[in-house]
């Protein structure tokens, strides 16, 4: 395949279809993975009909083998992953008192962990000026109390993008987040597609001007 290919984990009717909209205008094929079947389906063929090639599969994200398995097959079948975009997030509205332990380790493993299997899966597949992403948030400064473990996801989520960044780097590949420092609604400064091009120029940046991780204040912030 001789277009650049993006793997969107999360693939959503959100900011997941946003994204993919704005690197198919780009002339990338998108593979999207969601564990949503309707949802993804949907997304995948409004893509096709705008002229974006693109592929799909249903997965959840939990399920590390499959998941794994997932990611492979797309950079087996592409031959190529230029960019790894990693977008789900667990909200569980509980304070610290009432988040038990497995609630919080299950949220992390979504959050976190899933970017650690896809970078894996997908690693044999990028070379050189490949990039991965992910969608980071304002909770990893200013946790919100009654979702505890999402300020926790966002943390981790934006510290594993840094030591995924040191260790991809001497083979030319970057990994950043962008975190998003407002609330995503339509037809605000925190439209998703505002976001999605952020996260568009975020990955398509230089090396030389290269940070892991980048804040987003909105369009015009």
Do not use: C
């Not at 279809?17 to 704005?22: D, F, L, N, P």
């Not at 994200?61 to 990611?71: D, L, Y």
């Not at 992390?108 to 070379?127: D, I, S, T, Y």
């Amino acid at each position: 395949m001789s277009d650049p290919v993006i793997v969107i984990v999360g693939a959503g009717p959100g900011l997941g279809a946003a994204v993919a909209h704005r690197f198919g205008r780009e002339g990338y094929a998108v593979a999207l993975i969601s564990r949503d079947e309707h949802q993804v389906e949907l997304l995948g063929k409004e893509l096709q009909d705008a002229g974006v090639t693109a592929g799909w599969t249903a997965v959840d994200i939990s399920n590390e083998p499959e998941f794994r398995a997932a990611v492979d097959r797309f950079g087996g079948f592409t031959g190529t992953i230029d960019v790894l975009h990693y977008n789900p997030s667990a909200f569980r509205e509980k304070d610290p008192l009432e988040l038990t332990t497995d609630e919080l380790l299950q949220d992390v493993q979504l959050g976190v962990g899933g970017l650690l299997v896809a970078a894996q899966a997908a690693r044999p597949h990028m070379k050189a000026g490949g990039r991965v992403t992910a969608t980071g948030s304002q909770a990893a400064d200013d946790p919100w109390n009654r979702a505890a473990s999402l300020g926790v996801q966002k943390a981790g989520l934006r510290n594993l993008v840094k030591s995924l960044d040191a260790t991809l780097k001497p083979d030319g590949i970057r990994a950043a987040s962008l975190t998003v420092n407002g609330t995503l609604a339509a037809g605000t400064k925190f439209d998703v597609s505002y976001v999605a091009d952020a996260l568009y120029a975020m990955a398509v940046r230089d090396e030389s001007s290269w940070t892991p991780e980048l804040p987003f204040n909105g369009f015009g912030g």
